[in-house]
């Protein structure tokens, strides 16, 4: 294959792989935040046993995460607003991150809470934490990926005009 049939053939796929991305970022947000949602009590419970914020601050994080989560995976998986989404749901999942090495690096164990639960393991138990911090890694890189070449194919911002021309070059 020549060169530029090369570079045609992965610029026509990049906006495939942006739409990879956001569907299993905003799918992994939506499914964390729609566990949480309806027991907001032991999403509270999670943000506090990191013992990183405020009681307070760890209350409303506690109550508004599950919200937040939810409305940057829709936007993510529709692709509306796709880019400001993916910034949202990057550092939220490098905040994750940062709060698992955290909760590690201060010999805590506890579960993170992604998916729900949260709060002190039971005596025996074990953290997952290197699990956790890998995979909430490899969602911030997806969410860079998506800064970078959005919106991708099927998202609304392609299908309303609201990508910058910079982005049309990735369609």
């Not at 009590?41 to 994080?61: C, G, H, K």
Request: with cysteine; aromatic share 8%; proline share 4%.
């Amino acid at each position: 294959m020549v060169a530029s049939q090369q570079s045609r053939t992965v610029r026509s796929a990049i906006p495939w792989a942006t739409t990879v991305a956001r569907l299993v970022l905003g799918g992994v947000l939506i499914a964390a935040g729609a566990l949480k949602i309806g027991d907001t009590s032991q999403s509270v419970m999670a943000v506090r046993a990191y013992q990183l914020l405020p009681e307070s601050l760890a209350d409303m994080v506690g109550h508004v995460l599950p919200i937040l989560e939810i409305v940057l995976g829709v936007l993510l998986v529709v692709g509306l607003m796709t880019r400001l989404a993916a910034v949202g749901g990057g550092l939220l999942m490098l905040a994750f991150v940062f709060g698992i090495a955290w909760a590690w690096g201060h010999g805590y164990k506890i579960d993170c809470g992604c998916f729900g639960g949260g709060g002190q393991l039971g005596k025996g138990v074990e953290p997952s934490y290197l699990i956790d911090i890998l995979r909430d890694f490899g969602l911030v890189v997806l969410g860079a990926w998506i800064v970078r070449f959005p919106p991708g194919r099927f998202a609304l911002d392609g299908a309303l005009g609201l990508h910058t021309l910079d982005d049309k070059e990735n369609d």
